[in-house]
């Protein structure tokens, strides 16, 4: 069966510092991978996604970045956190075949930026 | 723009019925998504619609209107387990979730 995780569960982080959270598939091969941030009150925001090794979209400009170094490997960095970057961050994959576009989700990482 | 309409908050009765409703104005249709999400977790797959009609499963049913723009989640035989947020997502023309803000659902004894 397949699986999904990602790390941390939470993370409190000055302004200005990096950011790293990273997210592994198990069980599938060349999935479609997701990052998306959840703020209160609104809907899921798509921040990158990926079709494939080295390959990255971005959907919003801002100081975040993602990368894909292996096939079931999904990382979200910053090189400075902003306030605004606080927030609920979700990893998810699909199956690159799948007729539906059905998402399963990571656990999610809660980060704080103070 | 696109946009994706649902209530904010809605409080039920355990063993009642209650029905989500869910609008949405998108470049082109892919189907529609419901997903449930408790607090705090991510959120798990409920339903998928693209054809007009009611789609079945358990305790949970989904309805599609494509000519209204118009889907509703029907949740039967509530169960205090049920109180989560439910996300109403819809595949546009590129085959892009467009996100609702969800539905903060409670149930009370």
């Known amino acids: 069966s397949q699986t999904i995780h990602q790390w941390p569960a939470t993370l409190v982080q000055p302004v200005g510092s990096p950011l790293s959270l990273e997210c592994t598939v198990e069980g599938t091969s060349n999935p479609n991978l997701y990052w998306y941030r959840q703020a209160a009150g609104r809907g899921l925001q798509l921040l990158f996604y990926s079709v494939g090794i080295g390959q990255i979209s971005s959907e919003v400009p801002q100081n975040l970045s993602a990368s894909r170094p292996q096939d079931r490997q999904f990382i979200l960095s910053s090189k400075k956190l902003l306030l605004s970057d606080s927030g609920f961050y979700l990893c998810?994959?699909?199956?690159?075949?799948?007729?539906?576009?059905?998402?399963?989700f990571g656990e999610g990482s809660r980060l704080t930026v103070l | 723009g696109q946009n994706i309409d649902q209530p904010t908050e809605m409080t039920a009765t355990e063993g009642a019925i209650v029905q989500i409703n869910c609008t949405y104005q998108?470049?082109?249709?892919?189907?529609l998504f419901w997903y449930q999400q408790h607090a705090g977790e991510a959120p798990t797959f409920l339903s998928y619609n693209v054809l007009d009609g009611l789609e079945e499963k358990g305790r949970f049913s989904s309805f599609l209107s494509r000519s209204k723009g118009y889907s509703y989640l029907l949740l039967k035989e509530l169960q205090m387990k049920d109180s989560a947020s439910y996300l109403c997502?819809?595949?546009?023309?590129?085959?892009?979730?467009?996100w609702g803000a969800g539905t903060k659902l409670i149930i009370k004894p």
């Open positions: 998810a994959w699909s199956r690159a075949d799948s007729n539906t576009g059905e998402l399963f």
């Open positions: 998108t470049s082109g249709f892919n189907g």
């Open positions: 997502a819809v595949m546009d023309s590129n085959y892009q979730l467009i």
